[in-house]
């Protein structure tokens, strides 16, 4: 393991737990949900089979399994103390989750007063875990960019709560503001501002150390991030009136980073001297395609405004971000830190080496493999059916059931923690 690491801060193995065995099932809400409504979901942006998909992954899916992650990340990558980090995980958590399905219901089913509910949950719920991540990231006295790519996403994930619930706000009373300018803001600082700088910071230190690659090239990792920030603000912008003709010369800068953070990932991956494929390696190969794939796709829909006009492009960048970025990138990454973390706290109970079981056995490497592949087949079913409407019901049942594989993987492996647990206090070998 990486000698950077503290694992004595790390938290109670209930605070991530509690994040990551919900997460899964957001997923299975979100592929049924698509298997019940069919092809009128993905028919444009607007449906509001839409705005729920997209929520319940992005609010159910990501942020519960990132808030799980960033909450045990930054204690032990940057020695960052959060308060009292049962307690908040406690509040939190529940918070998010009735605050995620009063957004989704009211954007599904149209209700002003669903949308309003749901944003003091969601200011409460978010706005506690940024304070105490914030406070917690600014008192360390570690350096580094991964604790820069950290602080940075935090302020992301701040401005899109505050964008989201401005929007919400404003459907729910008919306010007089630009909502696609603002969706279009909202959205970047979601996925960009905070997942995707989320997700480059933890992969500074994770795709090297798990992935037995070398690091990042330090020029990548000291500019990523701020480029990043520098172009989504350039990209907020448009919410003031203006010159439209702008925007490309913003979003394409902007895609040409992404580029290069998916490019030197799979290059980092490509060159490694042991050739492992687990189901990490793998996920992340997806993501990283994935990502690419968006940036060629979003360059094509800003340089053609025939392509732009389809309302299935943005569907299909929709997709390609959500299923095939960021499930493929927190999947991969929970493969990993779950049976480490059994390892870990199996192993602070003080029982010998030998009575704490091999990682391996924690989730087999069938069970994640299986998973993957169905994952892979979800996405390409997604992926197609964006053009050929008729596959929508098929591609949300195999999401669904790739979820609930995962989900029960979960399951199964705390479980086996449980069970370890026991077994080692019956015995009386631990401390
Ligand atoms: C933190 C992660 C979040 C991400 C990644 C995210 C992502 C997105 C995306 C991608 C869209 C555009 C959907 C589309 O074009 O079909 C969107 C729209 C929207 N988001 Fe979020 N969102 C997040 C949080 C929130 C929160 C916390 C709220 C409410 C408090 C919210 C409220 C909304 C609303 C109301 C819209 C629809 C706007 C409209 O119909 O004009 N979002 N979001």
Known sequence: MDPSLSFDQAPPISVPYRFFLAAPWFGVMAGLLLAWSGADALASRWTPGALALTHLIALGFMLQAMCGALLQFIAVAVGANVWRPRLVASTVQPLLLLATLLLVAG?????????SAAVPFFLLAIGGLVVVVALALWRTPATGMTLWAMRMAIGGLAITVLLGALLAEALAHGFAVPLVELTDVHLAWGLGGWALILLA????????????????PPWFARWFAPLLLFFLVAWSLQLFPGDARWSPMIALPLLLILSAYAGITLWLQHTRRRKIHDATSLYFRVAMLSLLAFAVSAAAIFLLPEIAADPRSAIWLGV????????SAITGMMYKIVPFLNWLH???LGAPLSAVPNMKKMITAEAMTGQLRLHVLALLLLLAA???????????????????WLGWNLVAAVRRYLDFRDRIRASGSHR
């Open 107 to 115: 954007l599904l089913y149209g209700r002003p007063d669903w949308l």
């Open 201 to 216: 910071g933890v992969s500074y230190q994770v795709v090297p150390m798990f992935q037995l690659t070398r690091p990042y």
């Open 320 to 327: 390609l971000a959500l299923a095939g970025v960021f499930v």
């Open 346 to 348: 199996l192993q602070r």
């Open 386 to 404: 964006v053009w050929l409407p008729g596959l929508s019901r098929l591609a949300g049942v195999a999401f669904a059931a790739s979820c609930a």
